[in-house]
């Protein structure tokens, strides 16, 4: 189970790099002075990825505290 465990937090690992580096593109089309929607394209993916990464870090937590 210890295995599982290893590659859920990997993938929450992976989703915490992939939102911060929308967060960098974001920062980077705003000093472009890129038009609102797609700065807003931008806020509502890292949303999205943020919810997936506490979706699974609960999994993470439930699993763990099943086997410990």
């Not at 931008?42 to 086997?67: M, P, Q, W």
Request: hydrophobic content about 40%; aromatic content about 8%.
């Amino acid at each position: 189970m210890s295995e599982h465990l290893d590659n859920l937090e990997y993938i929450t690992l992976q989703l915490k790099a992939l939102s911060q580096s929308i967060d960098i593109f974001q920062s980077q089309f705003e000093i472009l002075c890129v038009r609102e929607e797609v700065i807003s394209s931008f806020v509502t993916l890292n949303h999205c990825i943020h919810n997936i990464r506490a979706e699974i870090d609960l999994k993470i937590s439930g699993i763990a505290g099943t086997y410990t």
